[in-house]
């Protein structure tokens, strides 16, 4: 079993910042990744970046790269965003999954979820 507890979100104006957080507990491998996902309101829950659990190595969605952060320290995950744009607007979801995951389908355990508003 994996527990994941997201903390951060909240509302921002366009071009500012914000911080998540998900700290994760239980079974977690050096073969595993901690991510995030989002999902805008009517729209399917998409891939925004992965951080290998007991290593280094990240990965961003296009859209988010060069303005997102992901970032681990101990058993926490962070993902800092910048430049937020009201297209950011979600309730954004920490996810373990296998490394290389991009699919909701393919992820293990979600986090709760936490709503990140951008307004214009």
């Known amino acids: 079993q994996v527990q994941l507890v997201e903390s951060g979100g909240g509302l921002v104006q366009a071009g500012g910042s914000l911080r998540l957080s998900c700290a994760a507990s239980g079974r977690i491998y050096s073969s595993h990744a901690v991510g995030w996902f989002r999902q805008g309101p009517g729209k399917e829950r998409t891939f925004i970046s992965a951080?290998?659990?007991?290593?280094?190595s990240t990965v961003y969605t296009d859209s988010v790269k060069g303005r997102f952060t992901n970032s681990r320290d101990g058993n926490t995950v962070h993902l800092q965003m910048t430049s937020l744009k009201p297209e950011d607007t979600a309730v954004y979801y920490c996810a373990a999954s296998p490394w290389g995951t991009d699919q909701a389908t393919n992820v293990w355990y979600w986090g709760q979820g936490t709503q990140v508003t951008v307004s214009s």
């Open positions: 951080i290998r659990f007991r290593g280094t």
